[in-house]
């Protein structure tokens, strides 16, 4: 059974960091394309980040480049997304996905974890 358990999340205020964590297990993790999905409330999904298999080639939605960093561990089985200069626009559920196909900048998904609230005010 696919299992994808994100962590990290919490209430900031606007400007600071969190590291968002997703440990996945019931597939082989180091073969599959990854994604972080966010959704707002009152708001549809939205695509945040990919990455491929091996952690080589990373995307990122406008809104968060040079704020937001995805990396992953093959060896751990997890995925990270590192959230620096946080703004209240940041404010969603996140969630950790895995790939339904190689492309890595939409919001498909083949299995979608139960995501973590960040929560971005002051």
């Known amino acids: 059974e696919v299992q994808l358990a994100e962590s990290g999340g919490g209430l900031v205020q606007p400007g600071e960091s969190l590291r968002l964590s997703c440990a996945a297990s019931g597939f082989t993790f180091s073969v599959w394309g990854m994604k972080w999905l966010r959704q707002a409330p009152g708001k549809g999904l939205e695509w945040v980040s990919g990455?491929?298999?091996?952690?080589?080639?990373?995307y990122y939605t406008d809104s968060v480049k040079g704020r937001f960093t995805i990396s992953r561990d093959n060896a751990k089985n997890t995925l990270y997304l590192q959230l620096n200069s946080l703004k209240i626009e940041d404010t969603a559920m996140y969630y950790c996905?895995?790939?339904?196909?190689?492309?890595?900048?939409?919001?498909?998904?083949?299995?979608r974890g139960q995501g973590t609230q960040v929560t971005v005010s002051s």
């Open positions: 996905s895995r790939t339904s196909s190689p492309f890595l900048r939409d919001t498909a998904f083949a299995y």
């Open positions: 990455i491929d298999s091996g952690g080589s080639s990373k």
